[in-house]
Nanobody, 122 residues
Framework: VQLQASGGGLVQTGNSLRLSCAAS????????MGWFRQAPGKEREFVAA????????DYADSVRGRFTISRDNEKNTVFLQMNSLKPEDTAVYYC????????????????WGQGTLVTVSS
């Protein structure tokens, strides 16, 4: 599966962005999907995940209640709606394919794909 994230940009605190991740390959519909991010000088961290069918989601505590992950299996795309953005959300955001249909925070593909930069100004 090839992954291409898009939708990043520069926004002010409190605003919203919607990220998209387009996946190639039929395997997309077989696995959970996730969003991760890497802030300057920090390690990559988990943001959100969604099960194969989209019924179950999981969020990092730092984004729960502000971010919403969703997917469209017909379009091989996963989304991340980000509301009430904060400067600490500034990072490069990546999508990632899980290794199972259900969400498992320790089971992710080694492939990262190209990320998209989100910058939140104060």
């Amino acid at each position: 599966v090839q992954l291409q994230a898009s939708g990043g940009g520069l926004v002010q605190t409190g605003n919203s962005l919607r990220l998209s991740c387009a996946a190639s390959g039929r395997a997309f519909v077989s696995y959970a999907m996730g969003w991760f991010r890497q802030a300057p000088g920090k390690e990559r961290e988990f943001v959100a995940a969604i099960s194969r069918a989209g019924r179950i989601t999981d969020y990092a505590d730092s984004v729960r209640g502000r971010f919403t992950i969703s997917r469209d299996n017909e379009k091989n795309t996963v989304f991340l709606q980000m509301n009430s953005l904060k400067p600490e959300d500034t990072a490069v955001y990546y999508c990632r394919t899980g290794l199972t249909a259900v969400i498992a925070r320790d089971k992710w593909s080694d492939y990262w794909g190209q990320g998209t930069l989100v910058t939140v100004s104060s």
